[in-house]
C-alpha cells in the first residue's frame, strides 16, 4: 500500500509528541512493508534540513513557510472562516508541489496529519479520488475551550473567539474526509458531538518500547521531573499551577523534594522564577530517556490540552511511575492507584506525590503494572498493524 503523509512540519527531532506521533507511525508502516511518501511543510521556527526524511520514507517533497505568530495578522483574521493559527499554514507553492506529486505518482491513501494542513484538502479533492484520512492528534477546538476557561480580560476574550472558530471550522472539514484517526475516547465522542458519522478508528499513539526500557539508574532521591515542550501553552500552566498550588504542599512533608523541569523554550523569566520559588528549570535535554530515569516520579499536571500524553508512555516504559490530572491521563488506559496515580485538585495530587516519594516498593510495582500494558496496546508495532487493517477496509 502506498500511503502519503501530508505534514505541517517536518517531523524531527523526536522531542514533542506530535513529532513522535508522525515519525514512529511512518516509521513502523514502513517496517511492515508499506510505501509511505511525505508532503512535509518546513517551518521557519522547526527547520530542519529535509535530508533527515530519506532515512523515514522513499519519495519526500518540502517546502519552507514562515509560520511566526502576527498580532496584526490575527486581528486582520478576525472576520475570516479560516482561523488565524490555520491560516499561517498556507503556502501556494507547497499547494502546487503536492498537486504535482500525487499526479506523478498516485498514491492509495492519504493521510493528513493534523488540522493545520486542512487548508490543501479542496486542492487534492480535485486530484485524488481515494480514501482521504484524517488523522487527528487532538480536537484543536478543545485546547482553546480549556485555556479560554482559565484566562481573564481581552486573553479570555480572544481565546473565546478562537476556540468558537476552531469548533466551526472544524466541524465542517470533518464532513469532508473519508476517514478520521483518533487517539482517544474523548476525542472519537467530540467528534461525533460536531456531527461527525463517518467512518472512524481509535488508534492511539505510542511508544517504542525496545528504545525505552532499560536498566533504571539511581534516581535523585525525592524528585519530581516533568518533561515537555514548554512553548506550548497547556504545558506553561500546568508548570505554573503545580508550582503555585502543588508543591508548597508537598514541601510541608518532604521539604527536600525536588521539581525538575525540561523542555525546550521555555518562558525566559522562568529562570529567575525558578530561583525564587525553588525548583529547578533543566531546559532542553539531549535525551528524554536519561532525564526520566533521573527522577524518582514523573508528574503531568496538565489543565487543559487535548490529544494523548505521549511522555506519559514514555516515562512508563522506561520504568518510572507517573503521577497525573485526568486531563493529562485522556487517551491513555491505565488503571488509577494499580498503574498510574491520578489526581485533580492540589490536595489529591500532593497528597499521592508524598505517597509515592516515600514508598519505593509501591513506585516499583506501579511502574511494573504499567510496563506490561504498555507492551500489550502501546507499542508502535501493534500501533501499526491496526493503522494497516484499517486502511486496508477503507480500500
Known sequence: MKILQVVS????PLNDGGNIATWQLANH???????LQMAALNTLKHYQDPSVLNSLVGNAITETIDTTLSPWKAIQNLSSPLPYIVSRFVSPAFEQKLIQHIQLSPPDIIQLEGLYVSPYLNAIQKVFK????????NLEFLIWERLAHSAKGIKKWYLTRMAKALKSYEQKFLRQVSAVLVFTQEDANLAQKLGYLGKMEIIPAGVDTQQFYGSLKDPIPNSIGFLGSLDWLPNQEAVQWFVKKVLPKIKEKIPEVKFRVAGRNPPKHWTE????????????????LHFLH???????????????????????????????????????????DLEVMVGN????????AIVLLQNPELRKKMAQQALLKIKE???????????ILFYNSLN
Open 273 to 288: 522564577w525558578a530561583t525564587q520559588e525553588g525548583w529547578d528549570l533543566i531546559g532542553p535535554v539531549p535525551e528524554a
Open 9 to 12: 512540519r517536518i517531523p524531527f
Open 345 to 352: 485538585s492540589p490536595e489529591e495530587l500532593s497528597e499521592k
Open 377 to 387: 496496546t502501546y507499542d508502535w508495532q501493534v500501533i501499526a498493524q491496526k493503522t
Open 29 to 35: 508502516l514502513g517496517k511492515s512493508g508499506q510505501e
Open 294 to 336: 533521573s527522577n524518582s516520579i514523573f508528574v503531568v499536571p496538565l489543565k487543559s490540552g487535548g490529544g494523548m500524553r505521549l511522555k506519559i508512555l514514555e516515562a512508563q516504559a522506561s520504568g518510572i511511575p507517573v503521577l497525573s490530572t485526568s486531563v493529562g491521563l485522556e487517551g491513555i488506559s491505565m488503571i488509577p
Open 130 to 137: 481515494g480514501p482521504i484520512v484524517y488523522r487527528a492528534h
